[in-house]
Nanobody, 124 residues
Framework: QVQLVESGGGLVQAGGSLRLSCAAS????????MGWFRQAPGKERECVAAISWSGISTYYSDSVKGRFTVSRDNVKNMVYLQMSSLKPEDTAVYYC?????????????????WGQGTQVTVSS
């Protein structure tokens, strides 16, 4: 069993930065692919970034490419999402997810474990 806990959300002005963290429990973490998803009110949950178990492969959605960076530390059982040049349209609840497939997948169905989410609000 893997438990995921996100932190680092908050209120930031447009153009600012935030770093989200995801703490994972469980011995299998280092073999999991990890993803960051977000869901805005009235919208579907979408993947913004993902990283393979090794950290070598990553995925970014077009809407965040060049502004967000995903990374992981398999020793500390942590995954991070560095968000820069934030826009009001980045406002959403951000979720960390872990999947036993080990790849950097953008698909919800690839993930078996989810955190509770952390709110990110970007003011204009």
């Amino acid at each position: 069993q893997v438990q995921l806990v996100e932190s680092g959300g908050g209120l930031v002005q447009a153009g600012g930065s935030l770093r989200l963290s995801c703490a994972a429990s469980g011995r299998a973490f280092s073999r999991f692919g990890m993803g960051w998803f977000r869901q805005a009110p009235g919208k579907e949950r979408e993947c913004v970034a993902a990283i393979s178990w090794s950290g070598i492969s990553t995925y970014y959605s077009d809407s965040v490419k060049g502004r967000f960076t995903v990374s992981r530390d398999n020793v500390k059982n942590m995954v991070y999402l560095q968000m820069s040049s934030l826009k009001p349209e980045d406002t959403a609840v951000y979720y960390c997810a872990g999947g036993q497939g080990a790849s950097a997948s953008k698909f919800l169905a690839s993930y078996d474990y989810w955190g509770q989410g952390t709110q990110v609000t970007v003011s204009s």
